[in-house]
């Protein structure tokens, strides 16, 4: 993709990232590089929320980067849980299915907020973010990270500030938000079953 929609228009880049993801999913699988490509996209967002949430930035980055290097020798998606089924690793910090489970909440985690910048007006992102993150990532993660999170939840940004950064209106914004809940559902379904086929829970 063009380095300059990515900087100029990261809403647009990322929408158009998962709406081929989704079109190139009715094969039923998914390549892992691209795959890595599109989640990546997503990291830009980060930084329009402040120094607060670099750790998340750092944490999202780093999981994705565990998962490029496996796409070396792992091509799908699927051949990630294959391999870590068959060696009991599907769950062992730092593996690959643990990886990929957490870019499925933050991309989870993404489409929630956009779907709560939908739902409402309010010019705080405090309350929007709080509700998202509460229905997607505060049940899987420790009592210190989400205290962590719910305390950078006071330094975020405004809403006109992140849409000013993000180089949108609030008319651009909530077309290419739309696109990216389409787009980003069927994905993050797919990833559910490829844990769930295999008797995985997704209580973790
Ligand atoms: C405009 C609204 C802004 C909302 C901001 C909400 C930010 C939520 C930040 C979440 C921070 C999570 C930090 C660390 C989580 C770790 O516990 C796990 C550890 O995984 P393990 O190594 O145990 O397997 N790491 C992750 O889950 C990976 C990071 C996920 C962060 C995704 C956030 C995507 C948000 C995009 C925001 C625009």
């Not at 796409?71 to 060696?87: E, F, G, H």
């Not at 210190?144 to 992140?162: E, H, K």
């Amino acid at each position: 993709m063009d380095e300059r929609v990515v900087m100029q228009q990261p809403l647009s880049a990322i929408a158009e990232a998962f709406e081929e993801l989704s079109k190139r999913n009715d094969a039923h699988s998914i390549r892992l590089d691209t795959f890595c490509e599109a989640a990546s996209l997503v990291s830009v967002l980060f930084r329009c929320l402040g120094l607060a949430f670099k750790f998340a930035e750092l944490e999202y980055v780093a999981k994705l980067h565990g998962l490029l290097e496996a796409s070396k020798t792992c091509p799908t998606l699927q051949d990630i849980l294959n391999l870590d089924v068959a060696s009991d690793t599907v769950k062992t910090s730092g593996s690959s299915s643990r990886n990929l489970r957490r870019v499925r909440q933050g991309l989870d985690l993404v489409r929630a907020i956009f779907e709560q910048l939908l739902s409402t007006d309010d010019n705080s992102l405090k309350e929007v973010a709080t509700v998202a993150y509460g229905q997607v990532c505060a049940p899987y993660h420790t009592w210190a990270v989400r205290t962590a999170v719910y305390a950078g939840m006071y330094t975020l940004p405004t809403r006109d500030q992140l849409l000013m950064k993000l180089n949108e209106t609030e008319q651009s914004a909530e077309k290419k938000m739309r696109r990216y809940i389409a787009a980003s559902l069927p994905i993050i379904e797919y990833i559910d079953k490829l844990y769930l086929s295999r008797n995985i829970t997704l209580d973790w």
